[in-house]
């Protein structure tokens, strides 16, 4: 049966997106088969993967609201075995129109089950906020991987986010298990991010991923082209750390998540 991973901080500009879109393209390329949720209005993993706006006409929004089965708004991407379920500006509605449902934290379970026996790894990319549509990504997860950039705020938003999936833990979702912490935007040649990566590994201990994501040109570009790191520059530092990254969960799932 497949594994769900949410991909969520509550605080922007960590590397969340990218992580989503690399994390499933490097699955993919090892031939594992892998679905990509957008669960972001901004649609930016989608577009991060070749699908341009404009070019779908149903989205997970149809999916979560209008009951569509989650199977066809499914569309391929340029890797065989990455799937991507995309998300446009209507899912920024999907908020308000959830809150009436039933069982509204539980929609996007209902419509990812399914596909559980189809794909080996399902990975969702969530907004940079603690709302409903994060709320449905954490509450059909198994697990969730949680980007930290280095910088000096780190530690105080880690306490933060902990707090919050001990809460979704204890009222929703009692399954839910981190995948790992992975420390993103580190830059070698700063005496603030070697700190700030002695700090967290202290403090969270063997639930931070060998794993570190560098700061990365390459690694910023691709996003522009459509294209995931592994596909527009493989031989980047950028595109060796998500592949590490990919090997280290794949690890996890032969073990169970840390």
Same mark, same amino acid.
């Given at each position: =049966?497949?594994?769900?991973?949410?991909? &969520?901080?509550?605080?922007?500009?960590?590397?969340?997106?990218?992580?989503?879109?690399?994390?499933? %393209? &490097?699955?993919?390329?090892?031939?594992?088969?892998?679905?990509?949720?957008? =669960?972001?209005?901004?649609?930016?993993?989608? &577009?991060?993967?070749?699908?341009?706006?404009?070019?779908?006409?149903?989205?997970?929004?149809?999916?979560?609201?209008?009951?569509?089965?989650?199977?066809?708004?499914?569309?391929?991407?340029?890797?065989?075995?990455? =799937?991507? %379920?995309?998300?446009?500006?209507?899912?920024? $509605?999907?908020?308000?129109?959830?809150?009436?449902?039933?069982?509204?934290?539980?929609?996007?379970?209902?419509?990812?089950?399914?596909?559980?026996?189809?794909?080996?790894?399902?990975?969702?990319?969530?907004?940079?906020?603690?709302? *409903?549509?994060?709320?449905?990504?954490?509450?059909?997860?198994?697990?969730?991987?949680?980007?930290?950039?280095?910088?000096?705020? %780190?530690?105080?938003?880690? &306490?933060? *986010?902990?707090?919050?999936?001990?809460?979704?833990?204890?009222?929703?979702?009692?399954?839910?298990?981190?995948?790992?912490? *992975?420390?993103? =935007?580190?830059?070698?040649?700063?005496?603030?991010?070697?700190?700030?990566?002695?700090?967290?590994?202290?403090?969270?201990?063997?639930?931070?991923?060998?794993?570190?994501?560098?700061?990365?040109?390459?690694?910023?570009?691709?996003?522009?082209?459509?294209?995931?790191?592994?596909?527009?520059?493989?031989?980047?530092? $950028? %595109?060796?750390?998500?592949?590490?990254?990919?090997?280290?969960?794949?690890?996890?799932?032969?073990?169970?998540?840390?």
């Amino acid at each position: =049966m497949g594994k769900i991973i949410a991909i &969520s901080n509550q605080k922007g500009g960590v590397g969340k997106t990218t992580t989503a879109i690399n994390l499933a %393209a &490097s699955l993919a390329i090892a031939e594992i088969s892998t679905l990509l949720v957008d =669960m972001d209005p901004q649609g930016n993993a989608t &577009s991060g993967v070749g699908i341009r706006k404009g070019s779908f006409r149903r989205s997970i929004y149809h999916a979560l609201i209008m009951q569509e089965n989650v199977a066809n708004v499914i569309r391929s991407t340029e890797l065989e075995f990455l =799937m991507v %379920a995309p998300a446009d500006r209507n899912l920024a $509605g999907a908020e308000v129109e959830l809150i009436d449902v039933d069982k509204r934290e539980f929609q996007l379970q209902k419509s990812l089950n399914p596909l559980r026996d189809k794909y080996e790894y399902i990975i969702i990319d969530c907004p940079p906020s603690l709302n *409903l549509l994060t709320l449905n990504a954490l509450c059909a997860a198994d697990s969730v991987i949680v980007p930290i950039q280095c910088e000096y705020f %780190a530690l105080e938003g880690v &306490s933060d *986010l902990w707090e919050t999936l001990v809460r979704i833990r204890r009222n929703l979702n009692q399954t839910l298990s981190v995948e790992g912490f *992975l420390l993103t =935007m580190y830059d070698e040649r700063t005496n603030l991010s070697n700190q700030v990566v002695s700090d967290l590994r202290d403090f969270l201990g063997k639930q931070v991923f060998n794993t570190v994501i560098p700061r990365n040109i390459r690694l910023a570009e691709a996003p522009s082209h459509g294209k995931p790191i592994i596909l527009y520059d493989i031989k980047s530092r $950028g %595109a060796e750390s998500y592949m590490n990254l990919a090997k280290e969960v794949m690890e996890n799932g032969k073990k169970g998540a840390r």
